[in-house]
């Protein structure tokens, strides 16, 4: 179990400095570049600061214990919509390997979180199975 959740945070720490605190940091110490990579792929000013926002809320989902297994689910699908969005963005207007690439090779990782986010979930869940006890799942 202890390697399971070794392997989870590593991953589960990628998505959130990449996906939660590299655009919290943007927008409270570089406001200017807030649409660097939304504008130049023809999406309006605001998209940016509602991305941001359901990004931090969504790393915050993950990352915390506590929170439900059903959110965090959510939350993984929301996250994995924006790379996917953001690989077909990046396909159809800029068409840069580059920039095309990062949202796969982020999605590779958020996928090796949420494994092991499941994982660990269902190895709690025998661990009280038949004990008539409720057992919250949780990473910690």
Not at 20 to 26: F, N, Q, V, W
Not at 78 to 93: D, E, K, M, Q, R
Not at 115 to 120: G, R
Request: with cysteine; proline share 5%; charged share 10%.
């Amino acid at each position: 179990m202890k390697k399971n959740k070794v392997a989870f945070w590593i991953a589960t720490v990628f998505i959130v400095l990449w996906e939660g605190l590299m655009p919290l940091g943007t927008l409270l110490f570089a406001p200017q570049y807030i649409n660097a990579g939304t504008k130049p792929l023809g999406y309006p000013d605001y998209f940016a600061y509602a991305l941001i926002i359901c990004k931090l809320l969504g790393v915050i989902a993950i990352a915390v214990p506590q929170v439900p297994t059903k959110l965090k689910e959510w939350a993984y699908a929301g996250l994995t919509f924006n790379l996917i969005f953001a690989f077909i963005s990046h396909a159809c207007v800029d068409k840069n390997a580059a920039f095309m690439m990062m949202p796969i090779l982020v999605l590779g990782i958020l996928a090796v979180s949420y494994f092991y986010q499941a994982k660990i979930a269902r190895l709690s869940n025998k661990k009280t199975a038949g004990t008539g006890a409720y057992h919250q799942t949780s990473v910690a």
